[in-house]
T-cell receptor, first 111, second 113 residues
Framework: AQRVTQPEKLLSVFKGAPVELKCNYSYSGSPELFWYVQYSRQRLQLLLRHISRESIKGFTADLNKGETSFHLKKPFAQEEDSAMYYCALKGRGSTLGRLYFGRGTQLTVWP | NAGVTQTPKFQVLKTGQSMTLQCAQDMNHEYMSWYRQDPGMGLRLIHYSVGAGITDQGEVPNGYNVSRSTTEDFPLRLLSAAPSQTSVYFC????????????FGPGTRLTVT
């Protein structure tokens, strides 16, 4: 079964410190993974997707099939990065139309 | 473009009442979906649609009905509200018939007493 696990409910770092938000997944085959972000009083929005291999707002995420992980990283956190972050996995086969979200990690960046 | 719009923003229902949450998009997206967001549970897919006249169940469909008579609209109906349906509901849409970048609405906060 497809599943996404975000082990940290809350994560706090100081401004300028590196940050890593963990995401592990359960999937057979080649997964398609996303990171979504919800800033305070804003809509949920796509941050990045692994097939794009891009860096958005200084964030990167690398797919590690061996560890079944898709951790989100940023070398120097900023206060404006404070938000709720969700990792999401696209379904396959009979669940191709589904997107499975993790429980989310609330990131707080202190000044 | 307004993007994805949802009405109402807030709603309080009594147990057993029914209501419809409205969702509309003006981006001509084929794919639309409904999620509920609960503390500690993340977002869970209720129903989705890959085009007008086509709907399918998500992870937590019980107690909810949907229909898709037009490309633009995807209403979510609560048949007989229960306290367990207290949640924030998000509608989302994306281009194509599969999962691409999802554009989310602002959400509807529903309380069932």
């Amino acid at each position: 079964a497809q599943r996404v696990t975000q082990p940290e409910k809350l994560l706090s770092v100081f401004k300028g410190a590196p940050v890593e938000l963990k995401c592990n997944y359960s999937y057979s085959g080649s997964p398609e993974l996303f990171w979504y972000v919800q800033y305070s009083r804003q809509r949920l929005q796509l941050l990045l997707r692994h097939i794009s291999r891009e860096s958005i707002k200084g964030f990167t995420a690398d797919l590690n099939k061996g560890e079944t992980s898709f951790h989100l990283k940023k070398p120097f956190a900023q206060e404006e990065d404070s938000a709720m972050y969700y990792c999401a996995l696209k379904g396959r086969g009979s669940t191709l139309g589904r997107l499975y979200f993790g429980r989310g990690t609330q990131l707080t960046v202190w000044p | 473009n307004a993007g994805v719009t949802q009405t109402p923003k807030f709603q309080v229902l009594k147990t057993g009442q029914s209501m419809t949450l409205q969702c509309a998009q003006d981006m001509n997206h084929e794919y639309m979906s409904w999620y509920r967001q609960d503390p500690g549970m993340g977002l869970r897919l209720i129903h989705y649609s890959v085009g007008a006249g086509i709907t399918d169940q998500g992870e937590v469909p019980n107690g909810y009905n949907v229909s898709r008579s037009t490309t633009e609209d995807f209403p979510l109906r609560l048949l007989s509200a229960a306290p367990s349906q207290t949640s924030v509901y998000f509608c989302a849409s994306s281009y194509g018939t599969g999962i691409n970048e999802q554009y989310f609405g602002p959400g509807t906060r529903l309380t069932v007493t």
